[in-house]
């Protein structure tokens, strides 16, 4: 899933500091040290970053799958 623009509660921009937030985290940072230094300070914002998960790559098997099968489908059909 995509994060979103701004933060449902508060309305902070908050996108723009996602992909940061994301590298540095993977790195190995402290997930809290890395939104303070982010400017990340409410609460509401904060949670945004922790609850986002990256549904995408859980919907793109799917998919592919079901693109595959209409590819078998419509070659049945010819």
Avoid: W
Wanted: charged share 30%; with cysteine; glycine share 6%.
């Amino acid at each position: 899933m995509l994060i979103p623009v701004r933060c449902f509660t508060c309305g902070g921009l908050i996108a723009d500091k996602h992909a940061e937030y994301s590298n540095r985290v993977r790195t190995g940072e402290d997930p809290s040290k890395v939104m303070d230094s982010l400017g990340v300070k409410r609460y509401c914002c904060r949670r945004m970053f922790i609850s986002n998960v990256d549904t995408i790559y859980q919907i793109i098997p799917y998919y592919e799958a079901l693109r595959r099968r209409m590819f078998e489908i419509q070659s049945d059909i010819e």
